[in-house]
């Protein structure tokens, strides 16, 4: 569905189809657009792995800190490979209570990176890279756009379009002092929606689902 046909959708869900109408399509098109992205970290629905403005950060020797594209809000990896080497490292993305406790000295430390603490917007690397080269990170990101236009799609799969309608519909009844205020249709609306997009992890719990995990393979002997 592009986003004519959705605020449609809205309007005749809504009862909204006779004008004067309760909302503008801008203030519609503003609940679809926070849909998208409420959908898209509830579900985890859009994993980035290839655009290098988003998956490749330049690090320099001697910095340890960088910032990761807006987009990006959950990373599953993480691998640094120093410049003219071919052999690419994996790096574990802990919390700084995990290298407190294991790594004391992570701060004076320096070296290739093994690990990555991720803040709200960036990284920080450890050991301090002593060389230059370049992280490659992979994870989940929000859409990159917002739709405008009347043929504007969701960045999402289609299979999801319709149901991104709850969420608007949670919006538009919430606005109190107005006549189309309406605490049970919205409440209803919002838990539609969380049903089938899940419910919104905070940041402390999108960050910790990565951390901390050791990731090997066991052998398994029939």
């Known amino acids: ?10 309007r005749t869900d809504a009862n909204d189809k006779a004008q004067p109408y309760f909302w503008g399509d801008d203030e519609i098109t503003a609940w679809l ?6 959908a898209a970290i509830r579900g985890r629905l859009i994993h980035e792995s290839s655009n290098a403005s988003m998956c490749r950060i330049a690090v320099l020797a001697n910095q340890s800190v960088y910032k990761l594209h807006p987009s990006m809000y959950e990373l ?9 080497d071919s ?8 919390s700084q209570d995990y290298l407190n406790e294991f790594m004391p000295d992570w701060r004076q430390c320096t ?10 917007k960036g990284l920080r690397l450890t ?29 999402i799969n289609a299979a999801h379009h ?5 969420w608007a519909l949670h919006k538009g009844f919430s606005i109190p002092d107005t006549e189309s205020f309406d605490p ?39």
């Open 33 to 38: 657009n926070d849909a998208v992205e409420e």
């Open 76 to 84: 599953d990896s993480l691998m640094f490979q120093v410049t003219g």
């Open 162 to 166: 319709r149901h991104l309608i709850h």
């Open 87 to 94: 052999c690419i490292k994996p790096v574990c993305l802990v």
């Open 1 to 10: 569905m592009n986003l004519s046909q959705l605020i449609a959708r809205f």
């Open 111 to 120: 070296g290739d990176p093994e690990y990555a603490i991720q803040s709200d």
């Open 127 to 155: 050991p301090t890279p002593s060389r230059d080269g370049v992280l490659m990170i992979e994870g989940y990101r929000l859409p990159k756009q917002q739709m405008e236009a009347d043929d504007d799609t969701p960045e």
């Open 184 to 222: 049970n249709r919205s409440n209803t609306a919002e838990a539609a929606f969380t049903q089938y997009f899940g419910i919104r992890p905070d940041s402390d719990l999108r960050r910790t689902t990565r951390e901390d995990v050791p990731h090997h393979v066991e052998a398994y002997w029939p």
